[in-house]
Protein backbone atom coordinates (compact mmCIF):
# COMPACT_ATOMS: atom_id res chain seq x y z
CA UNK A 1 0.00 0.00 0.00
CA UNK A 2 1.12 3.31 -0.92
CA UNK A 3 1.85 6.02 1.56
CA UNK A 4 0.94 9.64 1.42
CA UNK A 5 3.76 10.40 3.70
CA UNK A 6 7.37 9.23 4.16
CA UNK A 7 8.89 6.79 6.52
CA UNK A 8 11.02 8.68 8.50
CA UNK A 9 13.60 6.16 10.89
CA UNK A 10 14.85 8.22 14.41
CA UNK A 11 15.60 5.29 15.93
CA UNK A 12 18.91 3.96 17.32
CA UNK A 13 20.22 1.86 14.11
CA UNK A 14 19.12 1.56 11.58
CA UNK A 15 19.64 4.94 10.38
CA UNK A 16 18.74 6.62 7.13
CA UNK A 17 21.34 6.22 4.22
CA UNK A 18 22.14 9.15 2.03
CA UNK A 19 21.59 8.72 -1.31
CA UNK A 20 25.41 8.89 -2.38
CA UNK A 21 25.71 6.22 -0.66
CA UNK A 22 23.24 3.63 -1.53
CA UNK A 23 23.84 4.25 -5.14
CA UNK A 24 27.71 3.96 -4.72
CA UNK A 25 26.58 0.55 -3.45
CA UNK A 26 24.21 0.20 -5.98
CA UNK A 27 27.34 0.17 -8.83
CA UNK A 28 28.28 -3.16 -10.75
CA UNK A 29 29.94 -5.51 -7.98
CA UNK A 30 33.68 -4.89 -8.16
CA UNK A 31 35.90 -8.12 -7.83
CA UNK A 32 37.19 -8.04 -3.72
CA UNK A 33 41.08 -9.51 -4.80
CA UNK A 34 41.34 -7.23 -7.93
CA UNK A 35 43.36 -3.57 -7.36
CA UNK A 36 40.36 -1.35 -7.90
CA UNK A 37 38.64 -2.71 -4.71
CA UNK A 38 42.18 -3.05 -2.96
CA UNK A 39 42.43 0.55 -3.37
CA UNK A 40 39.02 1.65 -2.35
CA UNK A 41 40.03 -0.59 0.91
CA UNK A 42 43.40 1.63 1.14
CA UNK A 43 41.46 4.72 1.10
CA UNK A 44 38.99 3.33 3.61
CA UNK A 45 41.74 2.64 5.70
CA UNK A 46 43.09 6.15 5.99
CA UNK A 47 39.53 7.84 6.25
CA UNK A 48 38.64 5.42 9.09
CA UNK A 49 41.61 5.99 10.72
CA UNK A 50 41.21 9.54 10.84
CA UNK A 51 37.41 8.85 12.22
CA UNK A 52 38.86 6.34 15.41
CA UNK A 53 41.78 9.51 15.77
CA UNK A 54 44.17 6.15 15.74
CA UNK A 55 47.32 5.09 13.88
CA UNK A 56 45.99 1.93 14.38
CA UNK A 57 44.60 -0.36 11.69
CA UNK A 58 40.66 0.16 11.71
CA UNK A 59 39.67 -3.84 10.72
CA UNK A 60 36.15 -3.64 9.01
CA UNK A 61 34.50 -7.36 10.12
CA UNK A 62 31.62 -8.41 8.15
CA UNK A 63 28.93 -8.79 10.83
CA UNK A 64 27.13 -6.67 13.48
CA UNK A 65 28.08 -4.88 15.80
CA UNK A 66 27.99 -7.75 18.16
CA UNK A 67 30.47 -9.47 16.29
CA UNK A 68 33.03 -6.46 16.72
CA UNK A 69 32.23 -7.17 20.78
CA UNK A 70 32.59 -10.34 19.95
CA UNK A 71 35.92 -10.44 18.37
CA UNK A 72 37.26 -8.18 21.23
CA UNK A 73 36.47 -10.60 24.04
CA UNK A 74 38.02 -13.26 22.48
CA UNK A 75 41.20 -11.62 21.00
CA UNK A 76 42.26 -9.92 24.14
CA UNK A 77 41.88 -12.31 26.75
CA UNK A 78 42.06 -16.03 27.95
CA UNK A 79 39.71 -18.28 29.45
CA UNK A 80 40.17 -17.93 33.63
CA UNK A 81 41.12 -14.15 33.26
CA UNK A 82 39.27 -11.64 35.71
CA UNK A 83 37.82 -8.63 34.22
CA UNK A 84 36.33 -5.44 35.01
CA UNK A 85 32.12 -5.16 33.38
CA UNK A 86 30.72 -1.64 33.90
CA UNK A 87 27.18 -1.65 32.92
CA UNK A 88 23.89 0.41 33.69
CA UNK A 89 21.76 -0.79 30.83
CA UNK A 90 21.00 -3.24 27.68
CA UNK A 91 24.30 -3.26 26.01
CA UNK A 92 26.35 -2.99 29.18
CA UNK A 93 24.82 -6.12 30.14
CA UNK A 94 25.51 -7.71 27.02
CA UNK A 95 29.32 -7.10 27.96
CA UNK A 96 28.46 -9.54 31.06
CA UNK A 97 27.23 -12.15 28.82
CA UNK A 98 29.83 -12.23 25.96
CA UNK A 99 32.77 -12.04 28.69
CA UNK A 100 30.93 -14.65 30.46
CA UNK A 101 30.51 -17.03 27.18
CA UNK A 102 34.47 -16.48 26.53
CA UNK A 103 34.63 -17.84 29.64
CA UNK A 104 36.48 -15.27 31.35
CA UNK A 105 35.67 -14.58 35.44
CA UNK A 106 33.64 -10.69 35.53
CA UNK A 107 33.80 -8.69 38.41
CA UNK A 108 30.71 -6.30 37.36
CA UNK A 109 30.37 -2.75 38.57
CA UNK A 110 26.12 -2.12 38.00
CA UNK A 111 24.96 1.07 38.10
CA UNK A 112 21.32 2.23 37.71
CA UNK A 113 19.87 2.59 34.07
CA UNK A 114 20.09 6.77 32.85
CA UNK A 115 23.22 7.10 35.35
CA UNK A 116 26.71 6.82 34.73
CA UNK A 117 29.97 5.62 35.93
CA UNK A 118 32.13 6.90 38.69
CA UNK A 119 35.60 6.92 37.28
CA UNK A 120 37.17 7.11 40.93
CA UNK A 121 34.83 3.61 41.83
CA UNK A 122 37.22 1.99 38.63
CA UNK A 123 40.08 3.05 39.99
CA UNK A 124 39.29 2.03 43.60
CA UNK A 125 38.38 -1.69 42.14
CA UNK A 126 41.38 -1.90 40.59
CA UNK A 127 43.68 -0.92 42.64
CA UNK A 128 41.86 -3.30 45.36
CA UNK A 129 41.92 -5.98 42.90
CA UNK A 130 45.59 -6.56 41.18
CA UNK A 131 44.25 -9.61 38.93
CA UNK A 132 42.16 -7.75 36.75
CA UNK A 133 43.25 -7.30 32.92
CA UNK A 134 40.66 -5.24 31.16
CA UNK A 135 37.38 -3.07 31.77
CA UNK A 136 34.67 -3.35 29.59
CA UNK A 137 32.38 -0.40 28.69
CA UNK A 138 30.25 1.60 26.76
CA UNK A 139 30.88 4.76 25.39
CA UNK A 140 27.63 5.85 25.07
CA UNK A 141 25.02 3.54 26.73
CA UNK A 142 21.97 3.24 23.86
CA UNK A 143 19.31 1.50 25.91
CA UNK A 144 19.14 4.42 28.56
CA UNK A 145 21.01 7.69 26.17
CA UNK A 146 23.73 8.03 29.28
CA UNK A 147 27.32 8.86 27.73
CA UNK A 148 29.53 7.09 30.15
CA UNK A 149 33.28 8.87 31.38
CA UNK A 150 35.34 6.81 28.74
CA UNK A 151 38.43 9.39 28.71
CA UNK A 152 38.50 9.66 32.30
CA UNK A 153 38.52 5.61 32.84
CA UNK A 154 41.07 5.58 29.95
CA UNK A 155 43.25 7.56 31.89
CA UNK A 156 43.18 5.08 35.07
CA UNK A 157 43.67 2.49 32.92
CA UNK A 158 46.26 3.48 30.45
CA UNK A 159 48.76 3.65 33.69
CA UNK A 160 48.46 0.12 34.05
CA UNK A 161 48.09 -3.38 33.01
CA UNK A 162 44.73 -3.51 31.81
CA UNK A 163 43.30 -2.91 28.53
CA UNK A 164 40.32 -0.73 27.95
CA UNK A 165 37.63 -1.79 26.20
CA UNK A 166 35.23 0.34 24.45
CA UNK A 167 31.72 -0.02 22.98
CA UNK A 168 31.48 2.89 20.68
CA UNK A 169 29.13 1.67 18.55
CA UNK A 170 26.44 4.82 19.10
CA UNK A 171 28.96 7.02 19.89
CA UNK A 172 31.85 7.09 17.11
CA UNK A 173 31.42 9.69 14.66
CA UNK A 174 28.26 10.97 16.89
CA UNK A 175 30.28 12.58 19.57
CA UNK A 176 34.16 13.02 19.55
CA UNK A 177 36.15 9.85 20.12
CA UNK A 178 39.64 10.19 20.21
CA UNK A 179 41.26 6.66 20.74
CA UNK A 180 45.11 7.09 20.88
CA UNK A 181 44.71 10.56 22.30
CA UNK A 182 42.69 9.21 25.25
CA UNK A 183 44.38 5.48 25.86
CA UNK A 184 41.55 3.65 24.65
CA UNK A 185 42.83 -0.21 24.07
CA UNK A 186 39.95 -1.23 21.76
CA UNK A 187 37.14 0.93 20.09
CA UNK A 188 34.36 -0.55 18.35
CA UNK A 189 31.74 0.83 16.25
CA UNK A 190 29.46 -0.78 13.37
CA UNK A 191 27.68 0.12 9.98
CA UNK A 192 24.48 1.24 10.96
CA UNK A 193 24.11 4.29 13.44
CA UNK A 194 26.47 7.15 13.21
CA UNK A 195 27.81 6.18 10.29
CA UNK A 196 25.28 6.42 7.51
CA UNK A 197 25.35 2.77 6.16
CA UNK A 198 23.54 -0.32 6.60
CA UNK A 199 23.81 -2.88 9.15
CA UNK A 200 26.54 -5.52 8.61
CA UNK A 201 29.76 -4.22 9.34
CA UNK A 202 31.66 -4.01 12.45
CA UNK A 203 35.02 -2.39 12.92
CA UNK A 204 37.57 -2.21 16.17
CA UNK A 205 40.86 -1.01 16.41
CA UNK A 206 43.53 -2.51 19.02
CA UNK A 207 46.17 -0.07 20.36
CA UNK A 208 50.19 -1.17 20.34
CA UNK A 209 50.02 -2.87 24.07
CA UNK A 210 46.34 -4.45 23.22
CA UNK A 211 48.09 -6.27 19.63
CA UNK A 212 51.11 -7.13 21.86
CA UNK A 213 48.42 -9.11 24.15
CA UNK A 214 46.58 -10.48 21.01
CA UNK A 215 49.89 -11.69 19.73
CA UNK A 216 49.78 -13.92 23.06
CA UNK A 217 45.87 -14.95 23.33
CA UNK A 218 44.62 -17.66 20.98
CA UNK A 219 41.35 -16.54 19.79
CA UNK A 220 39.70 -20.22 19.49
CA UNK A 221 37.08 -18.60 17.03
CA UNK A 222 37.39 -19.56 14.12
CA UNK A 223 35.81 -16.58 12.42
CA UNK A 224 36.96 -13.72 14.35
CA UNK A 225 40.71 -14.31 14.20
CA UNK A 226 42.33 -10.10 14.68
CA UNK A 227 46.03 -10.68 13.57
CA UNK A 228 44.89 -12.96 10.44
CA UNK A 229 42.29 -9.85 10.04
CA UNK A 230 44.97 -7.63 10.27
CA UNK A 231 47.65 -9.27 8.27
CA UNK A 232 44.94 -8.88 5.58
CA UNK A 233 44.30 -5.26 6.02
CA UNK A 234 47.92 -4.64 5.40
CA UNK A 235 47.64 -6.07 1.85
CA UNK A 236 44.64 -3.97 1.19
CA UNK A 237 42.28 -6.83 1.99
CA UNK A 238 39.74 -8.84 4.21
CA UNK A 239 40.59 -12.11 5.65
CA UNK A 240 37.64 -13.89 3.99
CA UNK A 241 35.45 -12.58 1.05
CA UNK A 242 35.06 -9.19 1.83
CA UNK A 243 30.73 -7.43 2.21
CA UNK A 244 32.20 -5.84 -1.42
CA UNK A 245 29.01 -3.43 -1.45
CA UNK A 246 29.10 -2.30 2.31
CA UNK A 247 32.81 -1.61 1.85
CA UNK A 248 31.94 0.56 -1.43
CA UNK A 249 29.24 2.57 0.72
CA UNK A 250 31.24 3.01 3.27
CA UNK A 251 34.15 4.91 0.97
CA UNK A 252 31.37 6.98 0.09
CA UNK A 253 29.78 8.06 3.68
CA UNK A 254 33.49 8.44 5.11
CA UNK A 255 34.10 10.85 1.64
CA UNK A 256 30.49 12.56 2.72
CA UNK A 257 31.74 12.92 6.76
CA UNK A 258 35.21 14.37 5.22
CA UNK A 259 33.93 16.94 3.20
CA UNK A 260 31.03 17.85 6.13
CA UNK A 261 34.13 17.88 8.27
CA UNK A 262 34.10 15.88 11.84
CA UNK A 263 33.43 19.31 13.88
CA UNK A 264 31.09 20.28 12.15
CA UNK A 265 29.36 16.51 12.34
CA UNK A 266 29.28 17.13 15.80
CA UNK A 267 28.41 20.13 16.58
CA UNK A 268 25.20 19.16 14.23
CA UNK A 269 24.59 15.97 16.78
CA UNK A 270 25.25 18.49 19.87
CA UNK A 271 22.79 20.71 18.23
CA UNK A 272 20.41 18.32 17.26
CA UNK A 273 20.85 16.84 21.24
CA UNK A 274 19.93 20.29 22.31
CA UNK A 275 17.03 20.50 20.03
CA UNK A 276 15.31 17.13 20.78
CA UNK A 277 15.63 17.76 25.30
CA UNK A 278 14.34 21.07 24.40
CA UNK A 279 11.13 19.96 22.41
CA UNK A 280 10.38 17.15 24.84
CA UNK A 281 10.69 19.23 28.29
CA UNK A 282 8.82 22.30 26.72
CA UNK A 283 6.24 19.28 25.81
CA UNK A 284 5.75 18.23 29.50
CA UNK A 285 7.72 14.91 28.89
CA UNK A 286 10.28 13.87 31.46
CA UNK A 287 13.97 13.25 30.15
CA UNK A 288 15.46 10.04 31.45
CA UNK A 289 19.00 11.81 31.60
CA UNK A 290 18.64 14.77 33.42
CA UNK A 291 21.65 16.69 32.74
CA UNK A 292 25.49 16.34 32.09
CA UNK A 293 26.29 12.88 30.37
CA UNK A 294 23.82 12.27 27.98
CA UNK A 295 24.29 10.98 24.62
CA UNK A 296 24.76 13.01 21.53
CA UNK A 297 23.01 10.59 18.72
CA UNK A 298 19.65 9.85 20.89
CA UNK A 299 17.23 10.77 23.50
CA UNK A 300 14.99 9.29 26.00
CA UNK A 301 11.77 10.20 27.45
CA UNK A 302 10.90 8.83 30.72
CA UNK A 303 7.38 7.77 30.39
CA UNK A 304 4.46 8.77 33.11
CA UNK A 305 3.66 5.36 34.75
CA UNK A 306 0.20 4.99 33.07
CA UNK A 307 1.57 5.39 29.83
CA UNK A 308 3.68 2.91 28.55
CA UNK A 309 5.68 3.57 25.40
CA UNK A 310 4.42 1.07 23.16
CA UNK A 311 1.19 2.67 22.27
CA UNK A 312 2.94 6.11 21.45
CA UNK A 313 5.45 4.18 19.36
CA UNK A 314 2.89 2.59 17.32
CA UNK A 315 0.59 5.48 17.15
CA UNK A 316 3.25 7.48 15.77
CA UNK A 317 4.37 5.10 13.00
CA UNK A 318 0.74 4.66 11.99
CA UNK A 319 -0.17 8.11 11.78
CA UNK A 320 2.74 10.21 11.09
CA UNK A 321 4.93 7.35 9.54
CA UNK A 322 8.30 8.23 12.18
CA UNK A 323 9.90 5.11 13.98
CA UNK A 324 10.45 5.99 17.17
CA UNK A 325 11.84 3.26 19.87
CA UNK A 326 10.56 1.93 23.17
CA UNK A 327 13.21 0.71 26.05
CA UNK A 328 14.79 -2.26 26.01
CA UNK A 329 14.73 -5.16 29.12
CA UNK A 330 12.79 -4.14 32.29
CA UNK A 331 12.67 -0.62 30.77
CA UNK A 332 10.78 -1.70 27.87
CA UNK A 333 7.23 0.32 28.69
CA UNK A 334 9.00 3.12 31.01
CA UNK A 335 11.23 4.67 28.30
CA UNK A 336 10.94 6.11 24.80
CA UNK A 337 13.76 6.61 22.93
CA UNK A 338 13.64 9.34 20.03
CA UNK A 339 17.39 9.02 18.33
CA UNK A 340 19.01 11.69 15.63
CA UNK A 341 21.84 10.02 14.91
CA UNK A 342 23.62 9.90 11.68
CA UNK A 343 21.93 10.83 8.66
CA UNK A 344 19.44 13.29 10.56
CA UNK A 345 18.77 17.03 9.96
CA UNK A 346 16.35 19.08 12.25
CA UNK A 347 13.52 19.03 9.93
CA UNK A 348 13.63 15.24 10.45
CA UNK A 349 13.81 16.18 13.99
CA UNK A 350 10.97 18.09 13.97
CA UNK A 351 9.33 15.62 12.17
CA UNK A 352 10.39 13.39 15.09
CA UNK A 353 9.11 15.69 17.73
CA UNK A 354 5.72 16.46 15.90
CA UNK A 355 5.40 12.53 15.85
CA UNK A 356 5.50 11.82 19.63
CA UNK A 357 3.08 14.93 20.36
CA UNK A 358 0.71 13.97 18.12
CA UNK A 359 1.00 9.93 19.30
CA UNK A 360 0.17 11.64 23.17
CA UNK A 361 -2.90 11.06 25.22
CA UNK A 362 -3.16 14.69 25.07
CA UNK A 363 -1.76 17.04 22.71
CA UNK A 364 0.66 19.06 24.61
CA UNK A 365 -0.41 22.60 24.20
CA UNK A 366 2.65 25.35 23.35
CA UNK A 367 5.47 26.39 20.80
CA UNK A 368 7.09 23.13 21.39
CA UNK A 369 8.16 23.23 17.94
CA UNK A 370 9.77 26.52 17.87
CA UNK A 371 11.39 26.23 21.45
CA UNK A 372 13.14 23.33 19.99
CA UNK A 373 14.68 24.66 16.59
CA UNK A 374 15.68 28.12 18.90
CA UNK A 375 17.21 25.62 21.23
CA UNK A 376 19.33 24.20 17.74
CA UNK A 377 19.82 27.26 16.11
CA UNK A 378 21.40 28.73 19.28
CA UNK A 379 23.47 25.68 19.89
CA UNK A 380 24.87 25.75 16.28
CA UNK A 381 25.61 29.74 17.51
CA UNK A 382 23.68 30.80 14.83
C1 LIG B 1 23.50 -1.01 18.43
C2 LIG B 1 24.44 -1.28 19.54
C3 LIG B 1 25.04 -2.54 19.72
C4 LIG B 1 24.67 -3.75 18.94
O1 LIG B 1 24.91 -3.69 17.66
P1 LIG B 1 24.34 -4.80 16.65
O2 LIG B 1 24.77 -4.21 15.37
O3 LIG B 1 22.85 -4.86 16.83
O4 LIG B 1 25.00 -6.08 16.97
C5 LIG B 1 25.96 -2.68 20.74
N1 LIG B 1 26.27 -1.67 21.54
C6 LIG B 1 25.71 -0.46 21.42
C7 LIG B 1 26.10 0.62 22.37
C8 LIG B 1 24.78 -0.22 20.42
O5 LIG B 1 24.22 0.99 20.29
Known amino acids: MSSIQATRMLTPGPTPIPDRVRLAMAAPLLHHRKDAF ?99 MQ ?36 SPVRMDEWGIDCLITGSQKGLMLPPGLAFVALSPRAWKRAAEVRPQCYYFDLTAERASCEKNQTHYTSPISLLVGLHEALTMLQEMGMDNVFKKQWALTQMARTGIAAMGMELFVKEGRYTWGLTSVRMPDDLPAGPVVAKAFKECGVILTAGQGNLKDKVLRLAHMGWIDWGDLAAGLHALAWSLPERPSGAYIEEALDAYHKALGE
Open 38 to 136: KTILAENQVMLKSLFCTESPVLPLACSGTGGMTAASFNLFEPGEKVLVATAGHFGNRWVDIVTQRGLDPVVLRKEPGTSFDPEEIRAMLDDDPAIRGVF
Open 139 to 174: ISETSTGVLHPVQEVAAVTRERNVLLVADGISAVSI
